[in-house]
């Protein structure tokens, strides 16, 4: 079965919208953003928007995700390999993203932000479980990938709360001998 294209006019106006979001971002606070704002921005009529964004939260949550799967390294995550590589690949972008985000996304969005990042790596490390198991106990790895996701996102928290004068590098470096031990 194949998967229907896209039509390029469908992608072209979500990107304009999602671009436009992002440099209203740059200018204003999260809340004070209207949809006015947006359509005005993006050059669309309001019924434009709705077609493809439910709301802005549902706007900032698809802007976030997509930023935060850029930051990522395709070709590391390409390899399906859950490794010293790969957790510090995954921790320097988690990070990253974190840093770029401080300066727009106040306070009030920490639990959005969260919740991408963790939601994002859950399914990272599911399909890496999955390619290192022949016959998984697909319960136990979507557990495991919980477990692995909240756990870099908790990392990250404590690194941007209490260490940031190291790099992200170093940091998650530091704790990769203490996983192999575990494992």
């Not at 229907?4 to 209203?24: G, H």
């Not at 990253?96 to 106040?106: D, G, K, T, V």
Request: glycine residues 2%.
């Amino acid at each position: 079965m194949t998967q229907a294209k896209t039509d390029p006019r469908v992608l072209r106006t979500r990107k304009s919208i999602m671009d436009a979001f992002i440099e209203l971002s740059t200018k204003k606070e999260f809340k004070d953003i209207t949809i006015k704002d947006i359509t005005t921005e993006a050059m669309i009529n309001r019924a434009t928007f709705y077609a493809h964004f439910e709301d802005i939260y549902d706007l900032l949550e698809k802007v976030l995700s997509e930023i935060f799967l850029i930051n990522l390294d395709e070709t590391i995550l390409a390899k399906n390999e859950l490794n010293e590589e790969t957790a510090v690949s995954i921790f320097k972008a988690i990070t990253n993203f974190q840093r770029s985000l401080s300066s727009r996304c106040h306070r009030g969005y920490e639990e959005t932000i969260a919740r991408i990042i963790k939601d994002q790596l859950e399914v990272i490390f599911y399909k890496m479980l999955l390619a290192k198991h022949d016959k998984p106990d697909t319960e136990a790895l979507k557990i495991a990938a919980v477990m692995l996701s909240w756990g870099m996102y908790g990392a990250s928290v404590e690194w941007r709360r209490s260490s940031m004068t190291t790099s992200p590098e170093e940091f998650i470096k530091k704790v990769i001998p203490l996983y192999k031990e575990i494992k």
